[in-house]
């Protein structure tokens, strides 16, 4: 199995500064025949399911703002929130389906500080 | 405008059995893969099972394998999770969720409890 790490567990931001939070799988998850990185970003608002806001590593999902931003090689990713809003406290979460089972990593909550 | 709501969900004793379904709309429902995702009470998420969309191929996590069953009804646009030999680690909420043609979850369900006591 893929083990997703992510790292910090919770981090408090100001308005309007970044946030970065990484994500490192246990095995590479780029697929050499197509050069894709199978690794999503969810974001997760207290009480709600989780939304997609990044595939392909760095892929933003339709109607995703441009501050949201992904990156990485095929073991180490980061998200990156380039100025923190305040409807962005969530949890975020990444995740692998490069191979089975599909994993996600503990999640990092991110708050206002 | 895509749409997924779970049903089925309660309060069930362990070693008892649960069926929960996934109503979607506003999607080519037999085009696409389809997942259950569990999240245990302030824990992350979990991947349970999948399903493709045409061939019906299905896939578990190992904890479920032999319990749970996946299924889809692509005339009804609906997604099934029947759940046998509960336990108490199977306490939770599950969602169903679409896979895009990207394989990512695109779409996801509000979630229906599960809850596995004596």
């Known amino acids: 199995d893929i083990v997703m790490t992510q790292s910090p567990d919770s981090l408090a931001v100001s308005l309007g500064e970044r946030a970065t939070i990484n994500c490192k799988s246990s095995q590479s998850v780029l697929y050499s025949s197509n050069n894709k990185k199978y690794l999503a970003w969810y974001q997760q608002k207290a009480g709600q399911p989780p939304k997609l806001l990044i595939y392909w590593a760095s892929i933003r999902e339709s109607g995703v703002p441009d501050r949201f931003n992904g990156s990485g090689s095929g073991t180490d990713f980061t998200l990156t929130i380039s100025s923190l809003q305040a409807e962005d406290v969530a949890v975020y979460s990444c995740q692998q389906y490069y191979s089975l089972p599909l994993t996600f990593g503990g999640g990092t909550k991110v708050e206002i500080k | 405008e895509v749409q997924l709501l779970e049903s089925g969900g309660g309060l069930v004793q362990p070693g008892g059995s649960l069926r929960l379904s996934c109503a979607t709309s506003?999607?080519?429902?037999?085009?696409?893969?389809m997942s259950w995702v569990r999240q245990a009470p302030g824990k992350g998420l979990e991947w349970v099972s999948s399903i493709s969309g045409g061939s019906g191929n299905t896939y578990y996590t190992d904890s479920v394998k032999g319990r749970f069953t996946i299924s889809r009804d692509n005339p009804k646009n609906t997604l099934y999770l029947q759940m046998n030999s509960l336990r108490a680690e199977d306490t939770a909420i599950y969602y169903c969720a679409k896979q895009g043609r990207n394989d990512a979850f695109d779409f996801w369900g509000q979630g229906t409890m599960v809850s596995v006591s004596s």
């Open positions: 506003g999607f080519t429902f037999s085009s696409y893969a």
